[in-house]
């Protein structure tokens, strides 16, 4: 499976931004999905994670009530929208995809996107 991430940018605190991740390879369907962020000089962390129907979502204390994973399997496409931006949002943000279930580390994932960068000013 290859991933495409896209939507980053620069963003004022409070603003909003939606990211995309597009797949192709295998059938997306299968698998459950999840978007990840690193900050410089952080390790790579959990952000949110979506099931394959998209009946199940899990998310990060961090970003619960802000961030809403969604996906459209006809497009092959995960989706994450981000609004009330906070600077500490400031981050690559990655998605995977490879997971049977939802999944909050980053071991469950197989296949992962190049990152998309989100730069949010305060």
């Known amino acids: 499976v290859q991933l495409q991430a896209s939507g980053g940018g620069l963003v004022q605190a409070g603003g909003s931004l939606r990211l995309s991740c597009a797949a192709s390879?295998?059938?997306?369907?299968?698998?459950?999905a999840g978007w990840f962020r690193q900050a410089p000089g952080k390790e790579r962390e959990f952000v949110a994670t979506?099931?394959?129907?998209?009946?199940?979502?899990l998310y990060d204390n961090s970003v619960k009530g802000r961030f809403t994973v969604s996906r459209d399997n006809a497009k092959s496409t995960v989706y994450l929208q981000m609004n009330s931006l906070k600077p500490e949002d400031t981050a690559v943000y990655y998605c995977?995809?490879?997971?049977?279930?939802?999944?909050?580390?980053?071991?469950?994932?197989?296949?992962w996107g190049q990152g998309t960068q989100v730069t949010v000013s305060s």
């Open positions: 979506i099931s394959r129907t998209g009946e199940t979502t």
């Open positions: 390879g295998r059938t997306f369907s299968e698998f459950a």
């Open positions: 995977a995809t490879g997971s049977v279930s939802v999944a909050t580390r980053r071991y469950e994932y197989n296949y």
